[in-house]
Every structure is written in C-alpha cells, then in structure tokens.
C-alpha cells in the first residue's frame, strides 16, 4: 500500500515531471477500492522522494465487493492484510494514478524520460510468497541491487518465526518507466494473487509492461504462470508469444523438459501400476459388476471402462465435488447411451451401511482407507464385507516401510496430510487376515511398484474373495 | 342393497362401456379415490378414448394405484376390467401391499349399456364391442373369488344399482382407539401357574366364578384400574396347564379384560381341531393328551368350541392411534393395520430367509434390525434370554416354558415385570440362555447401531423436535456434512449432541458501537421474557464434553467399544485434541473434578453432556492465528509506521499533509488495539494446566435433559465444578437481568462495560428459564453481545472508524436467527431422543442435521 520512488538525479525536482505530480502539494486520486494519495517527504535539486500511498477500504472490500475470493477467501474477509501490503491493488494504482510516467511520456521532459538516472524504490511491506531468495531472483537479474528485511511474525506468539513479507529497497540506475513496470508486474508476482478475474487480457497486459524484459528473465515460466494466476491455458499462450519474440536456446529447452518430466513420471508411474494392478486382480476375478469405492476423480473408472468385461461400474465417493470432476472426467453427459449405462456415480459413505452397493461381484478400495480415522474403520469393513458383500474386494494401501526410499519425505512423515495412518506390510496383512477370517474371506497380497528386497513395494493390495 | 368393503381395500369395478362405472364411482367415493383408465388416457395422450394408449394409460393407473395403497388409501379402478388378464395385476397389486381386492361388478343388461353409449359423441365404437365385453364379463363372474377377490359384490339390475350403498367396515386388527393400559404377556405355552402368579404381580384380581360344569369353568382375572391383558399368542403346547391357560385367558377375553393374537402353535392347534393332517411335534402331544381327559360326552363342544376361539383370534393389533402394535412374531412397518395372507403368516412366523441352522430350525431373518416405524411393536415367538429394546421394538418371550420367565410389558410405562418359570417343563431345541460363563452380550440396540444406514441421513430430510416442530433440511446440506461427518467427526456413538449457532444482537446505534446489550435486552423484552441471565463470554473455542464415570459405563450407556470414558468434541463433531497423551490426561482431570464436585451420585447418573468453551483461543485457532491474525497486525503495525513517518516529513514540507497525517496515526493505534485483542487470548500450553475448561451447561444426564432447568442452576453446577478443580475448570460470571426494570437493566449494561473493558470477549444473553416460547415459538436461546475492542478480530483492526462503523451497521440477522433456532431444537432433540434411549439413528439424524445446516451460506461474523 505504500511505495515510495527517489532519485539523486541533479536536478532530482525533475521527478515531479516525470511523475506528473507536482512536489509541493499532496494530491489524492479516488479509485474504484478507495483512495491513492502522492506526496513528496523531500525535494530538492540533490534528493527528491515521492511516495505513492494507498487506502484501500477495508469494508469496501467485503461489501459489494465483485471479483475473485482471493487465496485463502482472504477477500471475503475484513481481517485482511490487503489494506496494509503491496498487491495487485498498487499495481492498478501505478496504472491508473502514475500512467504517464509507467508509460514513458513527459510533456516537460521528454528526453529524461529515455535516460537512465539513479533510483531507489521502497516498499516497505511487501508479501513474499517464495521467499526472500525469489525476491532477490526476481529484481536483480533485471539489474536492481536489492536489499530485502525479513519481518517477524508476532514476537509475543510466534517467536522465531518470519512474517509472509518483506521490506524491500531497489537500487538502479534506470528509466522510470521500465522500473514502474518492473514493479507492476512483480508485486502481483510476489504476492501470488489477484483482486480482479484474471482473463484473456490479461495476458496482453503482461505482454505490453514486460515488452523487454520478461521474455529474457530466467524466471519468465514462473512470473507468467503466477502473474496469470496459475491458468495453465493462459500461461501457455503467454509464453508462446515471449518465446516467439525470443531466440531461446532450444537445447537449454529441451534439457530442462527431460528433467521435469522424469519427476513427473517417477509418481505417474506408481498411479499408472496401482491402477493397472487393480484392473488386473478386477479382470482375473471374471466379475463383471464392480464397484469403485472411493472414486475420488474417476481415474479408475477410466481404466474399467476400456474392458468390456466390466458392464457396470459404479464409483462411489464422499465428495460432491470429487464426483463432479469424475463425470467430467468421464465425458458423462456426451457418452453414448450403451457406454454410459455402464457407469453410475453415487454421492456416499463407507461408513454408512449403503444398500445401493449390494449385488456387485467386486469392489475396490483404492488408496482410500488411510482416509480413514482408525477407530471408523470397524464401521467400513462391515458395511462393505457384509452388508455390500462382493465376491471379490480388491484394497490397496501405502506401505510406509517404503517411505524411507522417497527422497523427498522427511523421516517419519506420512505420505499425505490427511493420511490418518500409514501401515507396515505386517499391519496390514494382519487387519486384513483378522478382516477376511471376521466375514470368511480368503485374502491374498500382492505388492505394487518397485518390490524392494527390504522395504517392500510402495503400495500393497490385498484381494480377498468370498469363501462359498 | 349394502356393500360392505374394508377401509383399506382396492375396489375393482367392473362393466361393460356405458354400464355405469363412473356415475357409480362418483356417487360413492372421493374423486381423487377413484383411478379411471378413461382419465389415464387422456392423460398420456390428450384423448381419454385413445386405444392406442390403452399400455401406457395403465402403467399411469398401476403406479398411482401402487403409492395411493402403499399411503394406506382406498382405491377405486374405473375401467371395464371385464377380462381376467386386465384384473390379475390388479389382484396382484392389492396382495402386494397388502391390502384387498374387492370386485363390484356391475352386471347391468346389455341393452342399457348401448343406449347410453349411443347418446354419447365420443364413444363411437359400435354394439359388438359392447357385445363382446358383456359376453367376457359373464364368463368371469364365477372364477372372481378364485382369482384372489375377497369380496365380490355383483349389481345385476338398476334398481340394484340405484339402491346401492357402501358401508366402508374397519379391519379387525384396528383397534387405534383402544389406548390402554396394557400389559403385553409373552408366549405361555401353558404355564398357567407363572401365568397366573404374573397377572397377581401385574394387580390383577381374581374372582372366583360360580364353579360350574362347563369345561370352560375358570376364576376371572380382572385389573381394578381397567388395564387389559395382551397376549403374543402360542397359548398352547410343551406346558404343565395349556387349557386351563386357555380357560383363562378366553375368559378374560369374554370378559373384555383381554386380548388376544394367535400364535403358530394356537393355529396349528386349530388345524388339528378341525380335522386337519398336522404333525404332532414341539408339543401338540401335551395339548392334545390334555384334551383326551375331558370326558367324552363333552368333548366334542369343547373341541369345537376351542377351534371356533382359536380361529377368531385376529393376526394383529394395532393400538392407540397407531402408536403400539402387538403381534406374535412381530410386524414390519408396511404390513401394520393391512390384512392379507402375507401378514397373517409373518404375524404368525416373522421373517425366515428359507435356510435351516444346525438345530433344524428355521434360520431368521432379523426383522427388527431394520424396522424403521414410528409404531412400538411388541411380540414373542423366539425365546431370548433378556426382553431388549431394538429400535422400537421388544421381544417379550423369554422362555417361560424352557425354565427362563414369563415377561409382561406395561404400556405405557415401557416397564417389564417377570416371573421366574418353577421348572425346566420342556427342553429347547437350540438353547436360548447363553451359558453362564459367557461375556455378556452387548445389548442388540447396540449392536444394530454399530453401523448407520446411508438412507438415514442423506436426501432431503424433515426432522421432527419438540421445540421447533419439523425442521427441513435440504439435500446439498445433507451432502455436505456426509463428508464432514464421515472423514473427520469422532465415532457417531458419542455424537449425542451440537451446539447450535448463536445470532448477535441487533446493531446498536450508539456511537463507536456496533453491539450493546441494550438492543439484546430489547429483543427479549419484545419477545415477552422478562427475565434474562447475562453470561460472561468466554474467548476459547466451543467444546462439547461427554464424560461417563468409567470406561464401562461408557461402553453400557453409549454402546462403544473401546476404552475411553469420555471424548471432548468441537462443535463440528471433531475431536478436539489431536494428541491422544494430551486428550486423555485432561480428560481424566475433568472425569475426577466431575465426581468430586458430586455430580455423579446428586444427579443419579453414570454420564453427563457438558456445553463448554475451551480456552486458550490460540489452542484451536493457531493456524488461523499464524495464517490470518498475526500477519495482519504485523503488515499493519509496518505498513502504518512507514506511512506515518512519511507523512511527519511531508508534513514538515507542506501543511496540506496534516489531515492525512492524522488520519494515519489513527490507523495506526487502532493496529496496535487490534494486536492487543487477539493477543489477550492466546497464551502458550506448555502442560493441560494451561488449558481452562468453562462449563456453562449440564445439557443431560441419565434419564434428563436439562433443558426446562433454569440457568442458575447450570451456573451452580459450573460453579462447583470449577471449585473441584480450579486449575483447570474456570467458573462463569454471571448477572440476572430484569427487562422491565430500567435500572436492572443498565446494571447489565454496565457489567458488560466493565467486562468488555478488561478484555473480555462480551457476553450472552439468555432467557433465564434456558427454554421461553412466544407467539412464534422459541425466542432465541442466546443473544452474543460482543466487545468493542473484541469486534476487532471479527470487523478487521479499523472498523471502528466512523466510516466504516456506518456501513457494518447494516446487517441481517434474520437468517442467523433462525438458523440458530433449529439447531438449537435439533441438538436438544438428540439429547431428548438419547435419554429416551433411543436407537443411534434417530439421534445421529438431529447432530447430522446440524452440521448439514452449518453448511447454509450466512455472514460468519454474526
């Protein structure tokens, strides 16, 4: 909310031209979300310092209020930083209060408006999601030498730990405009959030004030995709027209391509065996009526569908929302009527005795149990070994023994943050040899993924089958 | 000429085109009683004579015939209906729920029919298919009764016609105005002694009767204040004295003093008697070599006599206006009150899945595990060792004749007497007294509640309480809280109750205020409640305590089955502890301030539901704290202090920077109140001694609901709490306020001043008699008034400014308000239903409700 620009500049008065403000009077602006004010703390023919500050109404902002929630609903909110830190609203502010001088034109000083003079930019609070290295990353490759304070978090409460923000302090010897443009593009970057929707303009928007600058910025990938507010489609169009203008080193590309993807492919190929493994103990078992407990987005259903084995698949899963993305995922309203009468989705609980789930010859469970408070899962196990009673049901589970092989995992930590357990191979065969002997199943184990001659696999099934 | 049809009965008419059916129709019965396939017809193709139609005309009439039977509601079948392939769905129907088919035929000469056709437009099909249906009609009328009609009234003239009336006749079995007392006597099976000695304990008075020869002869059993005997039946066989037991009851029967309903072996008996080929087992022997000793000049008439009693016995009863329903081997919800064969046989044998266990006995299909009705069904047939509620229904036989006891039920009192049998008279065939060195089982309601059924929660859903009438509950609500619920609430069996949402009170519109209790005692005085208690507010978070005296008694009264003796929830159904270590040491702190303050014995319970905040604010809230509060006062306190310092310079410069250099340094004290609030409520919890516990209501305990208490006495009991263990349970302030009184009421507003001005949150107001109703049922059971400095946290650091204060003052509260009134019945209602007993289900319907209603979009600040 505060930004404040200086120059040693001889004469630095001349800012008041560049700026359009003239330095002896303080001028306020009425904006569409309050009010910005520009003033002058000095002025004179060594030092000149203007400050654009900014009252963001705080009421304003919940109330009548049209645009996005923001990150976290912050904006729904009245206890909000947005009144007090830099963000897209102070990029709108340079826009519209300071337009002639991001643009580069001066009626007094048309010539000053090309030339490099010294300046210092303050921002005395600024959101740093990423971290003061990201800060640094951003601005100095863009020439700035750039001072960055961390902020700590309430002292009283949280000792030791560091605020979301930073106080920054640019230093270059630039035109104006250009650093008005930096700033109008990175805060929002920085802040990783928008005010506004963020549509197909806004790509232009981004195009126009990085027009020298962003295409050749190491960290043009990550500034396009948070500036667009993370819309893939929009990002993608960004960077298409950046690197059209720019002879990038297709090698240097080509590399970096090779080194996401194996990441990538390291966890898709585990989902892709889990599924695969799960098809298969489906396929082996000749049901032809199976259930998808858990569904969650339809990815399993996907596989099913493309045997002709299995005539009805129904997914169930206690998200709402979860079931919308399946039958989107699914195509399910553009399905041919014979594919689509193979697939139902059923809003649904496993701990809740369903009677919409007997009469199946299969069920399986897919990563879905460790979802589960422990003391529920007495609760499920009935409801699926005895009141829906398939013939076959088909669980898979983390086999946290394996989590000591996952580079990325800190010791002793689960897998996802709403695992409520993660089990050794010991445990969960066990659970399941007390399960099937309880309801008079017979269980089988089968790992999946790499088997690890010590840890085991990544993921464990069990496929129980119903003793006649 | 009278044509008497049972009130719940399809009636079929049937006739030629122009024979009268509909004019017949509309003179005895309701329009909307009647189906006619005409109607139908129209109704799927514009055209009510649409042959082509005909198919789809009659799914229409099935399956609005289908719910109008399944409702309980008499039928009528306008069509010609005059081939027998036309009637078999229909026959079909009625059996399948239950009800009977009746036929009236209306057999009116051919000649009449083509003349009324004649004088009408639309019928324009000629004589020969009026011919033809006549020819069809008298080829059926004598297969009618064969083909499952169990009246048939056949109008062969127009003066028949005419002079028809209809007499619409109760079934047997509804005896709805009946309300008692009663008391429902389990399976005698002649043991008339225990029968005898039971009726005795029951108050039952015995009148010797002039002693006679009939073989009928037996003392009368009457009950001085009218209660009436119910038998379940299976009166006879296995017993020492099967016909004086017979004697007896019939008597009492005779008398009016009784009721009866046949069991499998009284209708096996009756066969017998009437000549049929049965098997003597499981006892007939006993009764039969009982009926040999009467003398032979007699015996006959004895004979007959018994199997014409036997066979007016009724297969069951409905009772007091539906609420009560007596039958031998139980009744599903959808048989209750009908009649057909299906019902009398699962009267008489309940439900087997057609599988034999190793006793050779008929493998049972547990009925009542999933019997859904409001009815209270009480029945016999299988002996069980302990007479065990299980939703709403009660097996009373408890194997008398086997050497266990004969059991009544008193209704209304839901009390069980029994006497113990005097002798093993016959040995079972499969043993129904678990062995003595067996666990004891857990009670069947427990058992059946271990799993809910999805049915029970989800789709729209109207939930009945006492306080509020029906509450509704739309069906994305329901969607909602099914994952709440599912993937984070603690197990259903301590979910007994929610804590409902509380509104604020109305905007005040004093100066810098956005809330004073002022506008909260107005609203109650409006509302007609004088008095009012004002309850500090604490700043924790809401926390639900149910505690039980021991870890047994948890697993008795509540059905769990692990070791806790005691959970502390949030108010969306979540643990509150995510440290297992933690929860349990504090929980046993507060078991033990708990008995010591005397609540256990005083209150005569082994359990109790406490409505508490929890504090520190920061125990819950410190992700919220960390992601939300801090920052914001770090962002301000730095942003501000910079603007600030800017403006001083600018201000040296140029004075035209002063007013927004006030402007600032306001801004800036008002960040720095802001940091102030929320630090107050946040301290570290380095031990539980760190943590305040502050009851503020004893919601239930066994066998009550403390919701007609008034506050004081919540207050004392939380007073005594706090003074069992101080550290840990923190008392609550409280002021009594009278609204009619004006200085009473600025004593309230002052403690609120005071309260407030130290830091405290603010305070609730409440009626003083926790429950008060008005014109338009309950008032609010509490009012938030909340703090200046305290509304920070809520309104934002700086809402204080006069132009913000102007435009939050601007707020609805009708929504929160009504809101806040049904989950308040609905959690009261769960307490209610739980301390009545009843199965999970129906208390985990009213918590479910209100965690679906917390899903409604309302302003959260309210």
Redesign the interface.
Known sequence: MLLTISTTHHPATDLGFLLHKNPARTQSFDLSFGRAHVFYTESDETRCTAALLLDVDPVGLVRGRRGPPGEGRTLEQYVNDRPYVASSFLSVAIAQVLSSALSGTSRERPELVNTPIPIIASLPVLPARGGVEFVAGLFQPLGYEVTVQPMPLDPKIFPDTAAPYVAMTITATCRLTDLLSHLYVLIPVLDNDKHYWVGEDEVEKLLRHGEGWLAAHPLREEITFRYLKRRRNLARAALERLVAEDEADPDDAAEKHDREEAVVEERVRLNDQRLGAVTAALRQCGATRVLDLGCGEGRLIQALLKHRQFELILGLDVSHRALDIAADRLHLDRLPPLQKQRIQLIHGALTYRDSRLAGFDAASIVEVIEHLDPPRLAAMERCVFEFARPKTIVITTPNVEFNVRFETLPAGKLRHRDHRFEWTRTEFQTWAGRVAARFNYTVRFVPIGPDDAEVGSPTQMAVFQVCN | MQLNIPDLSLVVLIGPSGSGKSTFARKHFKPTEVLSSDTCRGLVSEDENSQSATNDAFDVLHFIAAKRLSAGKLTVVDATNVQAESRKPLVALARKHHCLPVAVVLNVPQRVCEERNASRPDRNFGDHVIRQQVQQLRRSLRGLQREGFRHVFVLDTLEHFDAAAIQRVPLWNNRRDEHGPFDIIGDVHGCCDELEELLTNLGYQKDPSPSNDSPWSTPLYAHPQGRKAVFVGDLVDRGPRILDSVRLVKAMIDAGHAICVPGNHDMKLMRKLRGRDVQITHGLDRTLSEIDSIPTTIRPQFEKELAEFLDGLVSHYVFDNGELVVAHAGMKEEMQGRGSGAVREFAMFGETTGETDEFGLPVRHNWAAEYRGRAMVIYGHTPVPEPEWLNRTMNIDTGCVFGGRLTAMRYPERETVSVAARHTYCTPAKPFLPPEDAAPDRPAQHIDD?????????GKRIINTTLAGNVTVREENA??A??V???FA??PKWLIYLPPTMAPCETSKLPATLEHPAEAFAYFRHEGVPRLICEEKHMGSRAVVVACRDADAARKRFGT??DEPAVCFTRTGRRFFTDPAIESEFLTRVRTAIANSGLWDELETDWVCLDCELMPW?AKAQEL????????????T???A??VE??N??AA??P??GP?LDRYRDRAALASKY?DAY?GY?WPVQSINDLKLAPFHVLATEGAVHASRDHTWHMNWAARLNAADPQIIQATRSLIVDVTDAASEAAGAQWWEDLTATGGEGMVVKPFDFTARARRGIVQPAVKCRGREYLR???????SLP??LD??RSRGLAAKRALAIREFALGIEALHRFTRREPLRRIHECVFAVLALESEPIDP?L
């Open positions: 271990d799993v809910l059924d999805i049915d029970d929660v989800i969607l909602a099914l994952e619920m599912t993937r603690l197990d089955q692990s920061s704290l960390q992601r939300q509060y801090a920052p914001v006062g770090t962002a301000a730095n942003a501000l910079s603007a800017l403006l310079r600018a410069r140029s035209d920077a927004l940091i630090r946040c946290i809520i309104y934002g650091p700086e809402y132009e913000n435009r939050l600040r």
